[in-house]
């Protein structure tokens, strides 16, 4: 994949509208394959326009290079590259104690970026705002993370820190709970009723959450499993875990 300092090439039809509509002063240019003008690469030439960005049509194969061979479904957008929030400002804009419900996403490790993109897209289906993960032994939003979460990376803020213990410690301190998805745990997700200001805290696809961030847990929950397999993708766990999430607060 083609990386310029200071800039990142998205692809797929429901990243680049999506950008399109969620920021588009942060697209340098558009660039449609030859020949396909039609159906959602069409919208998205009539959104680029209409949003005062440059369209150009281009060879197929000039895109595969540029986005590395990834499937782009015939369009790639050129943008500016993924700017961070300050954590910082969460801590310094979190919701009064008297507003109900605010959850926040804590990922230890997470490297897939599918399965981060998936977690984007499904945080961001059940109203998470907030996304926070470390700087390193974690990835990073990229075009692949952008793509995987059908560009709900647009609608969160995520904020990379130095330090997730340190992070959920500050948290802590500001009077949030902190839920760790841990395939060990005794607790099924099913069976606790769960506090309105809560940090969820999800472990890498192999290892897991470490144990230093697990002993910050205020306790600890996993998802039943019935058959032979031991466990879900980490994807797979936290949607399930965030709509049960969601029932509890709908029954409030």
Not at 153 to 160: A, G, I, L, S
């Amino acid at each position: 994949m083609i990386r310029e300092k200071g800039f990142d090439y998205l692809f797929g039809v429901h990243s680049v509208m999506e950008k399109l509509k969620g920021a588009p002063f942060e697209v340098v240019e558009v660039l449609i394959a030859k020949g396909r003008r039609q159906g959602p690469l069409g919208s998205i030439e009539e959104e680029a326009k209409r949003r005062g960005v440059p369209v150009f049509s281009v060879d197929g194969l000039e895109l595969n290079r540029l986005v590395g061979g990834e499937k782009h479904q015939g369009v790639v957008a050129k943008v500016f590259s993924f700017a961070y929030s300050d954590f910082a400002s969460l801590l310094g804009g979190l919701p009064p104690g008297e507003d109900k419900y605010h959850w926040i996403m804590a990922l230890d490790g997470v490297t897939d970026p599918r399965n981060f993109g998936s977690l984007l897209r499904t945080a961001e289906g059940v109203g998470v705002r907030d996304v926070i993960i470390p700087k390193d032994r974690s990835v990073g939003v990229t075009p692949i993370v952008v793509k995987a979460s059908a560009g709900a990376v647009w609608y969160v803020k995520t904020y990379r820190v130095t330090s997730l213990r340190r992070a959920i410690l500050d948290l802590k301190e500001k009077g949030y709970w902190v839920v760790g998805l841990d395939v060990q745990a005794k607790d099924s997700v099913f069976t606790r009723v769960y506090p309105e200001r809560l940090v969820v805290l999800l472990g890498s696809e192999g290892s897991g959450i470490r144990p230093l961030l697990r002993g910050e847990c205020d306790f600890l929950v996993s998802i039943p499993m019935l058959g032979r397999v031991g466990s879900l993708n980490v994807a797979v766990s936290a949607g399930m875990f965030w709509y049960e999430l969601m029932s509890q607060r709908r029954g409030a």
